[in-house]
């Protein structure tokens, strides 16, 4: 990808090195050492500090994008889906409500639950949040044989449209295949962003084809293959490769949301 010229969102939590409840706040730390001058034992007040911090959510991850490089390609990414959907919006008269990414190391706290990295990135509709490990990107590498940059993006590009949806009333799933429509249609929405992208020139030769190696080695079912041995459709959730790379494509090449309608085939 070429992002230089790319301004990195603002949009970005890092909560790398925070831990589930953010560990202890300025204030956590005061209470333990007060606690320990009144002679408490400190580990209870350290306790009841975090709770303090955790329900109260008073601990304060930094906002806006992180300095190292991939904190800088995340944001840069993250910024490019808000101009490309700002100016959608915008086309449509309505105006586009940008999401927040949150950068998490092992687990997470989020509107919608406790999540751990294993489960992949996610949306939370609740709070519109997307959240990511970055080791979800080693695994893509490594695990799913999907290298570049681009791919990356498309997984981001894949959870700014689940926003998309929550932005525009198309987020229900209820059953697994309502599920999988769901899926495949913010598939199509990161196409959508990837079309625009290139009109930016943000594009390298080769990039598509690493976003749809991406889309085909995430399908439910070569996930399925490889961490079970066999494919059970009746549980997909998020499509076959063929599908994901099938409603991809079809965004990157038209560029219009509307091409992106699931429902209709
Ligand atoms: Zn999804």
Redesign the pocket.
């Known amino acids: 990808m070429q992002l230089g010229d790319q301004q990195a969102s603002g949009n970005v939590e890092d909560r790398r090195g925070i831990g589930v409840g953010g560990g202890l706040g300025i204030g956590g730390i005061a209470v333990a050492i007060v606690a320990y001058f009144l002679g408490f034992d400190p580990g209870t007040a350290i306790n009841v500090a975090q709770q303090v911090t955790t329900q109260g959510e008073t601990r304060v991850a930094p906002k806006g994008a992180p300095a190292d490089e991939q904190g800088q390609f995340v944001s840069k990414v993250l910024g490019s889906t808000e101009a490309v959907w700002g100016k959608i919006f915008q086309q449509a008269n309505a105006q586009y409500r940008p999401p927040t990414l949150v950068l998490f190391e092992g687990q997470v706290r989020s509107a919608c639950g406790a999540a751990q990295s294993a489960m992949g990135p996610f949306?939370c509709p609740n709070d519109e949040k997307l959240y990511i490990d970055l080791s979800f990107f080693r695994d893509l590498q490594t695990r799913f044989r999907a290298p570049g940059d681009f791919a990356q993006a498309y997984v981001i590009a894949?959870?700014v449209g689940?926003h998309v949806q929550k932005l525009t009333g198309n987020i229900k799933s209820n059953s697994n295949q309502q599920s999988v429509r769901v899926?495949l249609q913010?598939d199509c929405y990161a196409g959508v962003w990837g079309h625009h992208a290139g009109a930016m020139k943000q594009l390298d030769a080769g990039d598509v084809a690493e976003a749809l190696n991406a889309a085909s080695a995430i399908g439910d079912d070569r996930i399925q293959k490889q961490t079970q041995g066999r494919v059970t459709p009746d549980s997909f959730t998020?499509g076959s490769s063929d599908q994901r790379v099938r409603w991809f494509k079809r965004g990157m090449d038209s560029g219009r949301p509307k091409d992106c309608d699931t429902n209709a085939g």
């Open positions: 949306y894949h959870e689940h899926e913010a998020h």
